[in-house]
């Protein structure tokens, strides 16, 4: 009888230790679930963002190229490639090319930076600039690194880069661009 009763107490321990497992392994695949579903979700409004914006950049007029340019990326992308456009031209401001890589080696990879070309294209002209490629390639906190490919069918002209969005108090922002 004594067997009997030390059995049935050791099957009913078991048993309930196997439904906590159960429990356990339940729980955390259903948070997975909804931060998957944010996650994408964000990725798609970041790269509905960057598209709308990047189009909407290259027809507005191009007095306002710096002031659009501004509010369409972070603060450090600005400045950065505000300096990688104005490397070596006589203006006030202007750095040598030792100069900038030594200024942004530790925030940019400087030689991707496009240095001496435009923001987003390398041509100085354009026509209607599309955006013909959007995809997302990684994502982490807050940051998403799309592939892009830039069109100008008139000119015959397309412009691959790869561009790093972040979210930021619910809006997006450029914080790099490779070119």
Do not use: H
């Not at 009888?1 to 107490?9: D, G, R, V």
């Amino acid at each position: 009888m004594k067997k009997t009763i030390i059995a049935s107490l050791f099957l009913i321990v078991a048993c309930k230790q196997e439904n906590r497992e159960k429990a356990v392994q339940t729980k955390p695949q259903v948070k997975e679930n909804v931060v998957v579903e944010n996650k994408s979700r964000d990725s798609e409004e970041a790269k509905n963002w960057l598209e709308k914006n990047i189009e909407e950049y290259f027809k507005d007029d191009l007095g306002n190229e710096e002031k659009n340019m501004q509010k369409m990326t972070t603060r450090d992308y600005f400045d950065y490639k505000t300096d990688a456009m104005n490397v070596d031209l006589d203006v006030d401001g202007s750095l040598t090319e030792k100069e900038f890589q030594d200024k942004w080696k530790d925030k940019f990879n400087t030689s991707k930076a496009g240095t001496g070309v435009g923001f987003l294209i390398t041509g100085q002209d354009w026509n209607e600039i599309k955006v013909t490629k959007c995809q997302l390639i990684s994502d982490g906190d807050n940051s998403y690194l799309f592939d892009v490919i830039l069109t100008d069918k008139e000119l015959n002209a397309e412009y691959p880069v790869k561009v790093k969005i972040i979210k930021e108090n619910s809006s997006f922002l450029i914080a790099d661009v490779v070119q």
